[in-house]
């Protein structure tokens, strides 16, 4: 999933794309900024996993450093599957056939759980409230799990998909079920995005 990133960060890793990896100083001359204030973006992007440093040594003097886009940089500048996304969640709900539409509705849930589940282990429920909770999060999602309550609460601070949500609640229909089954207990969403709520709740039924 996509990182949310400033404009300006967004736009300082696509100039270093661009030019296929650089110094301080290409990157102060690409960008028309200051050196403090390109290591401070580097710094930053880097601590993300977006940027890497790499230590050129030539000759006897002190080695210089370059920065390439890192693959995760890559799919951060790619990533932007959402009408893609859509159109094959429309097109799979427009099969006619319903035991079909079931089976491929029902191998993208096993394929999600898979994804999630790997290793959601606790024989404690808040234990693998929060080992799911930590699974999403690698995923880019913004998610808390509120332990405050005598039952953990999984709580999605903005939909992660608001554009097929918005045309079918299916989607939200389809990762309670993962949910469900990552966790091996029942759920009520007992709010969502798509009603206009500030965020998605997923509570123990």
């Known amino acids: 999933m996509k990182r949310s990133l400033e404009h300006d960060d967004e736009q300082f890793l696509l100039n270093l794309e661009r030019l296929g990896g650089g110094t301080v100083h290409d990157l ?3 960008t028309g900024v200051t050196a403090t204030a390109v290591r401070q973006r580097l710094g930053r ?11 050129i040594r030539a000759g006897r003097g002190r080695p210089h450093h370059t920065y390439q886009v890192t693959e995760d940089g890559r799919r951060q500048l790619g990533d932007n599957y959402t009408e893609l996304a859509r159109l094959l969640w429309s097109e799979l709900h427009s099969i006619d056939e319903l035991d079909v539409r079931t089976r491929v509705t029902g191998r993208i849930r096993d394929a999600m759980v898979k994804q999630y589940g790997t290793n959601v282990h606790g024989d404690v429920l808040s234990t693998r409230f929060a080992q799911l909770g930590t699974a999403l999060a690698a995923r880019g999602f913004s998610v808390e799990i509120d332990a405050s309550e005598t039952l953990p609460i999984l709580r999605e601070n903005h939909c992660p998909y608001h554009d097929l949500a918005v045309h079918d609640s ?29 965020c998605c709740e997923f509570h123990p039924a």
């Open 45 to 55: 992007l880097q601590s993300l996993g977006l940027i890497d440093r790499q230590s």
């Open 28 to 30: 102060c001359d690409a």
């Open 170 to 198: 299916g989607i939200c229909e389809l990762e309670q079920q993962v949910f469900e089954q990552v966790l091996g207990i029942p759920l009520t969403l007992a709010s969502c995005c798509r009603n206009g709520d500030h």
